[in-house]
């Protein structure tokens, strides 16, 4: 689960309970501003969700994607409609593939089809790199809101005592440069070993 307001503050030895209410509530929305922008970028959900995911494989290949991962359990993948026994496939969790095989184990093709998987995916646990991150982003976040005065930003805000990090808050004044790129510019190095992109041989969200 990603982080409560209340377990960032702490993660910063700031007692939550002491904040005003206009406080309490920027570091919620920031929160959930970051969440959303590392999502977004990464193109993945990191919290476990249940997930229906429609495709048609239009090139043969013995595995099938989902656009979500590591996968938790399958519950059951569709056919054209028809349930496809589990002993036909198997699943290689950690990547999100779902290798179809025969009777010994072996890779076969996926036929040429539409198809559902109901299924779930996510993390346990969030993984620690991207939640300091995300913690310093939060931070940060709050830390330039603080720092706004008469409706301009600061060039450069360093956050003292509990971050060493500079800042540069202009990118959020430049247009020209990639939007989830300049908000997430000190980490999106760490934030690439976690996106991901979908299958070529698949087209997913396909009208049966």
């Known amino acids: 689960m990603w982080p409560t307001a209340q377990e960032i503050t702490n993660w910063f030895n700031i007692d939550f309970s002491t904040l005003s209410g206009e ?25 476990i969700n249940t997930y229906n995911d429609k495709l048609r494989i239009d090139i043969r290949d013995p595995k099938i994607l989902t656009q979500n991962y590591p996968i938790q359990i399958i519950t059951e993948i569709r056919k054209a409609g028809e349930i496809v026994p589990s002993t036909d496939y198997r699943s290689i969790d950690s990547l999100g593939e779902i290798v179809r095989i025969d009777e010994l184990g072996r890779p076969l093709l996926w036929e040429f089809d539409s198809y559902e ?46 971050s060493s990090i500079e800042f540069d808050n202009s ?20 934030l690439d070993k976690y996106r991901t992109e979908k299958s070529f041989n698949l087209i997913y969200n396909a009208d049966f």
């Open 23 to 47: 406080d309490q509530s920027t570091w919620e929305n920031q929160r959930l501003t970051v969440i959303a922008a590392i999502e977004e970028y990464t193109n993945r959900k990191f919290e």
């Open 117 to 162: 998987i109901d299924y779930d995916a996510g993390f346990t646990v969030i993984p620690q790199l991207v939640l300091s991150a995300f913690y310093d982003l939060v931070l940060f976040r709050f830390n330039t809101i603080k720092n706004m005065s008469s409706g301009g930003l600061v060039k450069k805000s360093v956050i003292f005592g509990v």
């Open 171 to 190: 990118i959020f004044n430049d247009s020209e440069k990639n939007e989830w790129g300049n908000f997430l510019k000190n980490y999106s190095e760490i």
